[in-house]
Antibody
């Protein structure tokens, strides 16, 4: 069974940093691109970043460019999102998702990031 | 950036009735290299992550009931539920992945009348 499990969400002060992790199982992790999508409380979905299966190519939304870094460790079947200089508006549920040709077909349950003083 | 606009923002429909949700992109999401529309429909139920229903604008994901269908090309797309069931109460999103940044519609909230 394909599974994605996010972790690392926490309450952090503005200007702080967090690293989110997404542990993958049930599929050949290195064979798939992965992405991060977030959802602010009561709001819609916002794509943040994607990474190819090898990790050679990464893509970012403007909202995270220069502050967020996506990476992966294929030996550990884990995806990461390093988030620096966090802002109140970064408060959201952060999902990782598998990128399959044509879709994002598998999503984790999300990890909550709260940025507040 | 490609802006995705859904209509309506919300709707209430009786059980067994047909549901139509529209999605319009500010630029074409049809890729000329493979003639595919880079358009996905997701369903998100309360407290759950999104679930992919339809990709390439009209291809149903495995296990998705056949009452769900997608149509359209270029800039105009439609998600149709042929006969609304109680378990279809959710927010529905369209998403384009033709170009980065990948963008979502604002969502359409579907309720039972």
């Amino acid at each position: 069974e394909v599974q994605l499990l996010e972790s690392g969400g926490a309450l952090v002060q503005p200007g702080g940093s967090l690293r989110l992790s997404c542990a993958a199982s049930g599929f050949t992790f290195s064979g798939y691109g992965m992405c991060w999508v977030r959802q602010a409380p009561g709001r819609g979905l916002e794509w943040l970043s994607s990474i190819t299966g090898t990790g050679d190519n990464t893509y970012y939304a403007d909202s995270g460019k220069g502050r967020f870094t996506i990476s992966r460790d294929n030996s550990r079947n884990t995806l990461y999102l390093q988030m620096n200089s966090l802002r109140v508006e970064d408060t959201a549920l952060y999902y990782c998702a598998r990128v399959r040709d044509g879709s994002r077909d598998c999503w984790g349950q999300g990890t909550l990031v709260t940025v507040s003083s | 950036d490609i802006v995705m606009t859904q209509s309506p923002d919300s709707l209430a429909v009786s059980l067994g009735e047909r549901v139509t949700i529209n999605c319009k992109s500010s630029q074409s999401v049809l890729h000329s290299s493979n003639n595919k529309n880079y358009l996905v429909w997701y369903q998100q139920k309360p407290g759950q992550p999104p679930k992919s229903l339809i990709y390439w604008a009209s291809t149903r994901e495995s296990g998705v009931p056949d009452r769900f269908s997608g149509s359209g090309s270029g800039t105009d797309f439609t998600l149709t539920i042929s006969s609304l069931q109680a378990e279809d109460v959710a927010v529905y999103y369209c998403q384009q992945h033709h170009s980065t940044p990948i963008t979502f519609g604002q969502g359409t909230r579907l309720e039972i009348k």
